[in-house]
């Protein structure tokens, strides 16, 4: 998978929004810093799409905002 970076970014963002689901919080912002950030700080279509995914933090009903995700931007 290491051949197709953004396949690879996909299946880890969509691990971040499950670990969001599942309302680990702290989990979910560790995984973040430690695999999605590093390839968001040199891809902007990477960095949106993770800002996208971490606004989900902040909604309550988690599957109602997973619409944030359905746009793909990367």
Not at 24 to 35: G, M, P, R, T
Not at 37 to 57: C, R, S, V, Y
Request: charged share 30%.
């Amino acid at each position: 998978m290491e051949e197709r970076p953004e396949l690879t970014f996909r299946l880890k963002l969509e691990h971040l929004v499950r670990l969001i689901q599942a309302d680990k919080v702290e989990e979910s912002i560790a995984f973040a810093q430690e695999h999605l950030a590093p390839i968001a700080e040199t891809d902007p279509k990477a960095l949106e799409a993770l800002e996208n995914a971490l606004t989900l933090l902040a909604f309550p009903d988690v599957e109602a905002a997973r619409a944030v995700l359905i746009d793909p931007v990367f």
